[in-house]
C-alpha cells in the first residue's frame, strides 16, 4: 500500500490497523487527534520528544475534520513520519531467516581501514606568531619536511602556501595527513586584501575535487585536497579581537571549518 513517497508493507498496515481499532470502539473509521498521538507513540515503541510531536500533531491537524482522524489520514501521516527516521518500533519489518545485516558495520570498517583516512590541515595567522613552527611540532614530530634539513634551527618566514603531505598510522590505522602552511599576513599598510590568496586556495581545492567527481571518467579515488580544518592564530594582544582578525574569521567561516587558538602572552 502507498502513502506519499514511503510504501508500508502489509505487516505494517496490519500494525497500524490493530492499533487503531483500540480507540476506534464505534467502528466508524474516526478517532480524535489525541487519541492518534497516543497511537504513534505506542507503534513507534518510544516517547515522542517535543520536535516529533509537534510535527506529527501538526500533521494530523492538518488533515482533521471536527477534531478527529480518518484512518487513512492516520497511515499517511505515520507512512510520512517513518520515512523520516528509523525508529519504528513495533512497524519493524519481521525477518523469517537470517539475512546477515549485522556484519554491514565490519564490512565497512574493512574498507575504510584498507583505504585510510584523508585530513587536511591549514594554518592561518598574523606573521611571526609560530604557524610553521606548529605545524613543525603539532603531532610530536617533526612532520615538516623543511625540519629535515641539516639546520633546521631557523624558520624562515613563510613566503608562499606550501602543503606538506604525510601517511602515518597507528594501530594500523592508516591516516594521509596534509599540513598547509600560509605565509602571515598584517604586515602591510592596506591589509584589505590579505585573505585573497587564502581564500583562493581553499576554494580552488573544492573546484578541483568537484570538477574530478563530475568529469566524465573518474578516478576510482579521488585525491580529497580540500581543506578540512583551518587553525586560525589569534595574537596575544591582550585586548579583544582586533577587525583584521573579525573580517578574516568571517570570510574564512563560510569555506571551511576553523579552530580559532588563542596565544599566550608569556
Ligand atoms: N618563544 C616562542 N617563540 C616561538 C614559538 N613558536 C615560534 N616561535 C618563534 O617565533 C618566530 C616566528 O615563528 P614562525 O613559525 O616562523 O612564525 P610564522 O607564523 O610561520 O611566521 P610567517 O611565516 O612569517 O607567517 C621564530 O623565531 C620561532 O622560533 C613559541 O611557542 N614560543
Ligand atoms: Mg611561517
Not at 517535543?50 to 475534520?65: C, H, M, N, Y
Not at 591549514?122 to 623543511?146: A, D, H, P, Y
Request: net charge negative; with cysteine; charged share 20%.
Amino acid at each position: 500500500m502507498s502513502h506519499s513517497n514511503f510504501i508500508l508493507t502489509q505487516a505494517q498496515c496490519d500494525v497500524l490497523a490493530k492499533s487503531f481499532h483500540k480507540f476506534d470502539t464505534e467502528e466508524n473509521g474516526k478517532i480524535d487527534v489525541m487519541s492518534a498521538l497516543q497511537l504513534c507513540a505506542e507503534v513507534l515503541g518510544h516517547e515522542l520528544s517535543t520536535t516529533e510531536l509537534a510535527v506529527i500533531k501538526g500533521k494530523l491537524e492538518s488533515r482533521e475534520d471536527e477534531g478527529v482522524v480518518t484512518f487513512a489520514d492516520y497511515m499517511d501521516v505515520m507512512a510520512e513520519h517513518m520515512a523520516t527516521t528509523t525508529r519504528w518500533g513495533f512497524l519493524k519489518t519481521p525477518l523469517q531467516s537470517h539475512i546477515g545485516i549485522e556484519t554491514l558495520p565490519d564490512q565497512l570498517k574493512r574498507r575504510i581501514m584498507r583505504k585510510g583516512f584523508e585530513f587536511n590541515v591549514m594554518v592561518v595567522g598574523e606573521s611571526g606568531l609560530g604557524k610553521s613552527t606548529l605545524v613543525n611540532t603539532i603531532f610530536k614530530g617533526q612532520l615538516s619536511r623543511q625540519s629535515c634539513l641539516p639546520v633546521p634551527l631557523q624558520i624562515p618566514p613563510t613566503v608562499q602556501i606550501n602543503s606538506v603531505c604525510h601517511l602515518i598510522e597507528e594501530e594500523g590505522v592508516k591516516l594521509k595527513l596534509t599540513l598547509t602552511d600560509t605565509p602571515g599576513f598584517g604586515d602591510q599598510v592596506n591589509n584589505t586584501k590579505c585573505c585573497k590568496p587564502i581564500l583562493e586556495f581553499i576554494n580552488d581545492q573544492y573546484e578541483h575535487y568537484l570538477n574530478e567527481e563530475v568529469a566524465v571518467v573518474r578516478k576510482s579515488v579521488i585525491p580529497d585536497t580540500r581543506v578540512h580544518c583551518c587553525v586560525y592564530f589569534l595574537p596575544p594582544t591582550g585586548h579583544c579581537l582586533r577587525n583584521i582578525d573579525i573580517v578574516f574569521l568571517k570570510k574564512l567561516g563560510n569555506s571551511v571549518n576553523i579552530i580559532p587558538v588563542s596565544l599566550l602572552n608569556v
